[in-house]
């Protein structure tokens, strides 16, 4: 939609607001001839393609209040090019006190659709500060003749006049969303030379919103208008040559493109409400899928709001053209509405370890990409096994039983899609008391001791199968949903063929004659890491072939003796499943207008 505006300066307007000077704001001194009207309508109409849809408006004046022959003259002007089809409607602003039901009448009669009315704030208080001649009780009645002489409701707000907050601007909006208006603009208040607000301000008397905080208050006044289903059209001061020469405005948040901070502000914010406001550790980047057109938009002006969300999740922000990248996204990006806006986080999957692990060993999975989180040591277990991961938590699909001392780890796997159950506390050292979590998981099987294991473990819906080792998780390499490899007879006679018998011993476990085999492993997708080498093992033949064999491949973390950490446990972020179609943002300028779609997919490592 184009609008083709005819500014009629202060016309039919007998009030005297004090931030007002229409011949300013609108760059016009006298009220247009109707030769002038047709001339900027055919100018107009030669450079505007065919196809878009084209509105006259009349800004600027109190259009109602003009005595009825120069409406009728001035719509009459515009009239013969809505007949022809060469203009859509006409459009006007005015004061809401100065609607009638006859001048609806007439108004539609000649073409009309939308009425804007200059509400600005609907706070008693800020209105009797800044001399504004309105009853907001009244607005309703307004709205109400409006719509029913057929007519389309605008509304147009301004913010930070004497007096006004964030949460009275808001609370203006919320009710005026009530009406139901169709469209809004969103002015900041400015300080014009020769307006009562401009004295005000010489004398030290008004203080006019900052840059930031009017981009603060924009975004969120239009973040609630389109989320009420209000169609955002302008932010912010439209620049004219008188705007923009030197001295006319005094201060105040005037900037050519307040729009489109503004508007990137709001962007900010909605990432932050699909991201949530936390650093998560394990995010590695967060990608934005957009038009290319769309980069400079998002990241704000002069790329401030691209470092603000950098500072704020302490990850990179990467643009991807959608142009040049399809995959992973896949689906559609365009829609009806617009272009779409994707954004992705990419995590780095979790290594949960023993802190005491040989340090080449963590160094090298941090290598590999991993978000490697230690164990905290636990007071109540044995010196030996007291940072051991699988004797305080163990995990069947998004299931996590953990350990009460494991509460940081727990947190970061919430933020990873997992189902986080608190269990029992470990209360003793003593054998079964410190195994009461160490079971295996082998794809839908839970290997178990056959005695006492935690509750929660317990109660998990799975194919158990009892052992008489209480060290099931040490003593069991996980190689894939059916291979196991353990030192454990009667583990290996209950899993039978699939599972491979090793010799025992020759794993290092300081303060234990030998570690087991199980602890100094962990399995992550395509690959079945080991904390140690192999060589170093005296059945490590045996094993690498049997791995292999699975069509997994064998990572040995260091070249020393294999060490028994408890097991490295490893975890995926769970993608969520969700997709998010938010409210449309307009940009730059309300002929464009965006649907934002985020999906938020985790891409692992
Ligand atoms: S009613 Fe409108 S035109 Fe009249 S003084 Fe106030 S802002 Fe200016």
């Not at 779409?340 to 040989?358: G, H, L, Q």
Request: proline share 5%; charged share 25%; hydrophobic share 40%.
């Amino acid at each position: 939609m184009k609008i083709i505006p005819i500014f009629i300066p202060h016309a039919g307007c007998p009030y005297r607001c004090i931030y007002c000077d229409q011949h300013k704001i609108s760059g016009a001194l006298n009220l247009p001839a109707i030769k002038e009207i047709k001339s900027v309508i055919n100018r107009n109409l030669k450079t505007i393609p065919r196809k878009e849809r084209m509105e006259v408006a009349f800004f600027g004046g109190t259009f109602t209040l003009l005595p009825d022959t120069l409406q009728k003259e001035y719509l009459g002007a515009v009239y013969p090019y809505i007949k022809n089809k060469k203009t859509a409607a006409i459009r006007i602003s005015t004061h809401p006190e100065a609607v009638s039901k006859h001048n609806m009448n007439l108004f539609k009669s000649m073409g009309g659709r939308l009425v804007e009315l200059g509400v600005q704030s609907l706070d008693k208080g800020v209105l009797k500060k800044s001399n504004r001649v309105m009853d907001p009780d009244e607005i309703g009645k307004a709205a109400w003749i409006i719509k029913k002489s057929g007519l389309d409701l605008g509304v147009q707000v301004m913010l930070g006049l004497p007096g006004d907050t964030l949460e009275k601007a808001i609370k203006t909006a919320e009710k005026l969303i009530e009406l139901k208006p169709k469209t809004a603009r969103i002015y900041p208040a400015i300080v014009l030379k020769g307006t009562t607000l401009g004295e005000l301000f010489k004398k030290g008397r008004y203080e006019p919103l900052s840059m930031q905080d009017a981009i603060e208050w924009s975004a969120r006044v239009c973040d609630i208008f389109e989320k009420g289903g209000v169609k955002v059209i302008r932010i912010g001061l439209h620049p004219s040559q008188d705007l923009n020469s030197k001295g006319t405005i005094l201060a105040g948040p005037y900037h050519p493109n307040f729009g489109g901070m503004a508007r990137a502000r709001q962007m900010r914010y909605r990432i932050i409400n699909i991201l949530g406001p936390k650093k998560i550790l394990n995010r590695r980047a967060i990608k934005i899928y957009a038009y290319k057109s769309m980069f400079s938009f998002i990241s704000g002006h002069k790329g401030e709001e691209k470092r603000y969300l950098e500072r704020c999740y302490g990850v990179p922000i990467l643009f991807h053209s959608l142009n040049h990248l399809r995959s992973p996204i896949g689906d559609r990006f365009r829609s009806a509405n617009g272009v779409v806006v994707k954004i992705i986080e990419v995590r780095k999957s979790i290594a949960i370890i023993d802190p005491r692990m040989p340090h080449q060993a963590k160094i090298r999975l941090k290598q590999m990409g991993y978000c490697v989180r230690e164990v905290p040591l636990h007071p109540k277990l044995a010196g030996p096994v007291k940072g051991h991961p699988d004797t305080m938590l163990f995990y069947h699909g998004k299931k996590v039983i953990y350990e009460p001392r494991m509460e940081k780890i727990a947190e970061l796997l919430r933020n990873n899609g997992y189902e986080c159950i608190k269990g029992e506390s470990i209360k003793s050292k003593e054998y079964p008391n410190d195994i009461i979590y160490d079971v295996a998981a082998v794809g839908k099987f839970i290997i178990r001791y056959n005695g006492r294991i935690e509750k929660n473990i317990e109660i998990l819906k799975a194919k158990f199968i009892g052992v008489k080792q209480g060290y099931v998780k040490c003593s069991i390499v996980v190689v894939d949903d059916k291979h196991i490899i353990t030192s454990d007879k009667g583990i290996k006679d209950i899993w039978g063929k699939n599972a491979l018998l090793i010799r025992p011993g020759s794993i290092k476990l300081p303060g234990y004659k030998t570690g087991f085999i199980g602890g100094a492993s962990g399995s992550h997708k395509d690959k079945v890491f080991f904390t140690g080498s192999l060589k170093n093992h005296p059945d490590g033949r045996l094993m690498r072939e049997f791995i292999e064999k699975t069509g997994k491949k064998v990572v040995e973390l260091s070249a020393g003796k294999l060490y028994d950490a408890g097991t490295i446990l490893f975890f995926d972020a769970i993608p969520a499943r969700r997709s998010y179609h938010l409210h449309r943002v307009g940009v730059r300028s309300y002929t464009y207008a965006v649907e934002v779609v985020n999906t938020l997919r985790f891409l692992r490592v």
